[in-house]
């Protein structure tokens, strides 16, 4: 059985993905999100919210886009994929999947990352970002290029806040 998305159901989504790169709560709650998807519904049986083809969260100024999401309201989880995309302000990050954990504060986002910010671009197979902290741990295949030098490294941990290799 399908339901329509709920309001709330759409403020959570939208705190969800939108904290990985760390907007404050109260930034959050106060902008009015943007969700916006061809299809979105809540599956009783998984008990997922499912968001389908074109998605598009935005608040504020940052805006995540994707082919697909599901969100768990039970486990603060979401799981988007087929190409994800982030952008705000000087930061925009790509890859193919994001797993958000709500409750742990961190995301892992995988296949083929590639993030940019202010003089430096990282690519990398995988990144597990925490935003409480606001690190970025990139791993494996990892190329950073900073102030026109490019080098490889097995992994590669890197401050947003900061915009600062560790």
């Known amino acids: 059985m399908k339901y329509k998305i709920s309001d709330f159901a759409l ?4 705190f969800i993905l939108t904290s990985f790169i760390g907007m404050e709560t109260t930034t959050v709650v106060f902008a009015k999100p943007v969700i916006n998807a061809n299809t979105t519904y809540y599956d009783v049986d998984s008990g997922l919210y499912m ?9 504020g100024d940052r805006v995540i886009t994707a082919e697909q999401a599901k969100v768990s309201m039970s ?3 979401v799981w988007a994929s087929d190409g994800i995309t ?9 890859a193919y999947s994001v797993h958000v954990y709500g409750a742990q504060n961190k995301a892992l986002i995988e296949g083929g990352v590639t993030f940019k910010q202010s003089g430096i671009t990282i690519t990398a197979d995988q990144t597990e970002f925490n935003w409480s902290s606001k690190l970025a ?3 494996g295949n990892v ?10 490294a097995d992994s590669a941990t890197y ?6 290799l560790q």
Do not use: C, H, P
């Open 137 to 139: 741990v990139f791993s």
């Open 11 to 14: 403020l959570l989504i939208a």
């Open 143 to 152: 190329q950073v290029t900073k102030e026109g030098r490019t080098w490889m």
């Open 86 to 94: 982030l952008t705000q302000g000087n930061i925009s990050l790509s």
């Open 51 to 59: 968001l389908k083809g074109n998605v598009y969260v935005g608040v």
């Open 159 to 164: 401050n947003v806040d900061t915009n600062a």
């Open 75 to 77: 486990s603060l989880e």
